[in-house]
């Protein structure tokens, strides 16, 4: 009987595993026997019946509210994980253009000033990676909302 209880999962209601009972109840009326597991841990009532001690193993051990949460739980990390992930990107990508942007105005900063070409060609410059820096922020913002979106709706959904 040891080997038996050892595949139980811990008691539903207290979550106890020693106090664990596996046991063949006689029913007198059918003469039939039924698989039984019980819980004794003091004041948990946690039992469980079935037509054999096989079934009784499965019902006691099935758990579907905790397969869904674990299930979910699953689907927040990685969800989680692949939002990181993005975040990272983006942030790298805009500290790559404030580099470029500070190369730029150096460059600006060290031309000579009659030299219309490439005061020119940094002011554009210079806008040019402003604008691609904002775009990166908006990009920022949305995965961040989507990822309040997201816990917002799981959290209902729990
Ligand atoms: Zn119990």
Redesign the pocket.
Known sequence: MKTEIEILKP?P??N?IEKLMLYNEYMPLSKTNLGVIE?T?NF?P?IVRAPTIEEAVKKWNERPREDFLIKQIDIEKESHKQTNELYVLALDEIIVLQEQLIEVETMYEKADKHNMGIKDYCETAYDELMDMIYDMKVKIDAIRKKDDERRRKSTYNS
């Open positions: 008691c209601l207290c106890s819980c841990n948990c946690m």
